[in-house]
């Protein structure tokens, strides 16, 4: 029986305050009620999903390195480092891998600085206003991509 694909889930800043940071805009859920819906629903597809948090952008630079040699995928919700970071953008091209980046809100509809994101730019797809369920969409998304690489 084969391994299951490991996918890396990362949150950037301020994702952690989820459930009570603007709820209007982010939803009443908190972090580790979505990150628990993910694990689960990707179990049901056959993936190991693994969830990590910062607020630092090396540390999550860090991970994203890393994750070249541990899995088959990324989610990423950049928080505010998707409009401000060159290096994160950087460090998913060099690690190779499919990143589905996921944004809670629709950063098309809000700020005008929120419209532009450096991760968009070398992301495979990018899912946003969803809500929570865009995790689970990416988590599809990802299921569909990796069983047609293993049939090829």
């Not at 190991?48 to 910062?54: D, F, I, K």
């Not at 995928?73 to 505010?80: K, R, T, V, Y």
């Not at 060159?86 to 929120?114: G, K, T, Y």
Request: net charge negative; aromatic share 4%.
């Amino acid at each position: 029986m084969a391994k299951a694909p490991k996918i890396l889930v990362l949150n950037g800043p301020n994702l952690n305050m989820l459930g009570t940071r603007e709820p209007d805009v982010y939803g009443r859920e908190s972090l580790a009620d979505i990150e628990a819906k993910s694990c689960k629903h990707g179990e049901g597809l056959g993936l190991a999903v693994e969830c990590r948090q910062s607020n630092s952008e090396g540390q999550l630079i860090d991970w994203i390195q890393a994750a070249r040699n541990s899995h088959q995928a990324l989610i990423l919700n950049p928080g505010g480092y998707s409009h401000s970071s060159i290096a994160i953008m950087d460090a998913l091209l060099a690690a190779q891998l499919p990143v589905i980046e996921v944004h809670l809100s629709n950063i098309h509809r809000r700020e005008a600085f929120r419209h532009h994101s450096y991760i968009s730019k070398v992301a495979d797809a990018v899912l946003c206003g969803f809500g929570s369920h865009g995790y689970l969409m990416a988590l599809d998304a990802l299921a569909l991509r990796l069983n047609a690489q293993q049939e090829t």
